[in-house]
């Protein structure tokens, strides 16, 4: 089969790495080459940064006033509305990811670019009181200049739209840097951004890998803010990357989300809701609840009901509607599930369901990287399934005998980027809200997301904010006018009254 060619989009133009370099991206349903895409080296980059920052300094952007950008985000919005099919096709063949979860985020992802489009002209400074006669003072704020976007491969459009959405209302240009491993909707959205009417310039792509692309991006020195979304390694890197340019940066990096069962909670729901927060998209979800505390008084109960429930699961061809469960989204994601998996077992961790890769059938392809969903119950909160993310279909579930060893336990982690409660008791949600070290709570729910809903974590789960109101500040910077209104001129600075 011939595969799909993707280019870099550079200043408005299609155009192929200097050196001609290309790397293929494989189907996680059958490992099989599918698209091919420009591998951008450091001559590259510097291209893309330089045609933003071009496009940053003219008229036509720079003078675009601030409701005819947010005019700009609601076309591109529509267009994406109206490809919705076509991309959630591409990311599905990408990454493995079931059609029917591509559908629905991408079909839901104009929403981020509707939002901020209502935000760029509501960027309002303010008046200062100020304690000086004849002094009238205002801020304003104003863009950053050229932004690096570093998308990862679980979810590239959902992870471009909460950085590319609110960096154009501000204002600034972007230069993206999708996954190796998933680069193909956010290659296609250029389209998109083209059609919209967005000027040359202003929205770049450079396909490649993170040693050399990502690096020579985020180190370049016209790259005024960084939104990296990834693991701890690569954030580390990001962080050693812009002390070369003194970027500010926003990571969204991994967690170990606990999704706490108390003995009142509806089960049902708590199952459904522990099913999506650690089997959808297979586990690769930064949100994962991959943690399951459990009440002692319905710990029985509860891991019955998961276990018929996670029996039903339909693992299945991603493009298949009816599959419940599709692929992980490379090999070498599948063998870090097995080697954690085994870990676990070897530190005393008990086997409930799964466990192992999924053996070929009518359903599935034999090279596919499919992996059983996987259930441990463990009795040691500092085992390395309890703490060290997964990022896969594992959940490791354990007792917990009142509130406080709850919260005990749920904070002792190195991360906090999510939690689930699950209880019919309003105090308690109140109380377990305020004391768990998590940047997102979900009550008697889980994954659920909005433009309006600020996502971001505590601890090793990074820092900075995407979506809600206030992201959008965090792509500018703050300025403050001073204007002298007397008739009378400056006073002589050296003659003391």
Known sequence: MALSQYQLFINGQWVDAKDGGRFDSLNPANAQPWASFSHAQEADVDAAVQAAQNAFEDSSWRNLHATARGKLLRKLGDLIAANKEHLAQLETNDNGKLIRETMGQIGYMPEFFYYYAGQADKLEGQTLPLDKAD????????????????????????????????????????????????????????????????????????????ADTGAALTKHPLVRRIAFTGGGAGAKAVVKNSAQNLAQISLELGGKSPNIIFADANISSAVNGVVAGIFAASGQSCVAGSRLLVQDSVYDEFLTALKSRVERIIIG?????????????????????????????????????????????????SNGWYYHPTILAVDNNQCSIMQDEVFGPVASIMRFTDEAHALALANDSQFGLATGIWTRDNGRVHRMSKAVQAGIIWVNTYRAVSPMGAIGGFKASGYGRESGIDAVKDYTQLKTVWINTSSEPMADPFVMR
């Open 135 to 210: 002094m009238f003072a205002y801020t304003t704020h104003e863009p950053l200049g050229v932004v690096a976007a570093i998308i990862p491969w679980n979810s590239p459009m959902y992870l471009t739209a909460v950085k590319l959405a609110p960096a154009l209302a501000a204002g600034n240009t972007v230069v993206l840097k999708p996954s190796e491993h998933a680069s193909a909707t956010i290659v296609e959205l250029m389209h998109l951004v083209k059609e919209a009417g967005f000027p040359d310039g202003v929205v770049n792509v450079v396909t490649g890998f993170g």
């Open 317 to 365: 061809e991603p493009m298949n509607a009816k599959s419940e469960m599709g692929p992980m989204a490379t090999q070498a994601q599948l063998a870090l599930v097995e080697r954690m998996v085994a870990q676990a077992l070897e530190q005393g961790a008990t086997l409930v369901h799964g466990g192992k890769r999924v053996s070929p059938s009518n359903n599935i392809h």
